[in-house]
């Protein structure tokens, strides 16, 4: 780099050559210097600038672009999980409320079948209750009337003599006959 320098300050030392040459004066020389250089950036770079330019733009705008397909896209997926949210959330609501009436529906159902089992226990005791009452009636109905036949018979055996002992079991024959067909 130094020697690019020195070879433009060395320029300035020459003579100059007839009409063309390098006038060292700063201060008349820069501003038209300044504005051939500038002429030249403006013409030559041009194009490189407005094509530089153009391609950061068009950078910025496919981004942008990007961007909002990127945006449509969260938000499309945003609303379809929204969507779904919804749909479990109802479906969770119908199955919780279904969950709940079927349970006091099984409990409405086991207290139902409790209070019918109930009421049959409660009748097969009351049937058993008057089983055993009506075997034990009949039971001391048959010792009284064993006893009373018996003493009966000790009677009759003491105080009658055969023909009237065969008449009178003959009729209590008769009456126990009745009896049973009655019981029966």
């Known amino acids: ?47 490189v600038l407005s094509d530089l330019l153009d391609n950061r733009k068009n950078r910025i705008l496919k981004t942008i672009r990007n961007s909002e397909e990127l945006r449509g896209g969260a938000i499309e997926q945003l609303e379809r999980a929204r969507s779904r ?24 159902n086991l207290i139902n079948s409790t209070y019918k089992t109930l009421g049959q226990l409660e009748n097969y005791k009351n049937e058993t209750i008057r089983f055993e009452q009506q075997r034990a009636i009949n039971q001391v109905r048959q010792q009284v009337f064993q006893q009373a036949l018996q003493g009966a018979l000790g009677t009759l055996n003491n105080c009658l003599n ?20 009655i019981t029966n």
Do not use: C
Not at 21 to 33: K, W
Not at 87 to 107: C, H, L, P, T, W
């Open 162 to 181: 055969n023909e009237l002992h065969l008449r009178t079991i003959s009729a209590n024959l008769g009456m126990f006959g009745t009896m049973k067909e």
């Open 85 to 108: 949210l919804r749909k479990v959330e109802m479906e969770a609501d119908q199955f919780r409320v279904n969950g709940y009436s079927e349970i006091e529906r099984e409990k409405l």
């Open 1 to 47: 780099m130094k020697n690019v320098t020195d070879s433009f300050i060395s320029l300035g030392y020459w003579p100059s050559a007839g009409s063309f040459g390098f006038n060292t004066d700063i201060l008349a020389t820069n501003p038209i210097n300044l504005s051939v250089v500038l002429g030249v950036l403006i013409f030559f770079g041009k194009g």
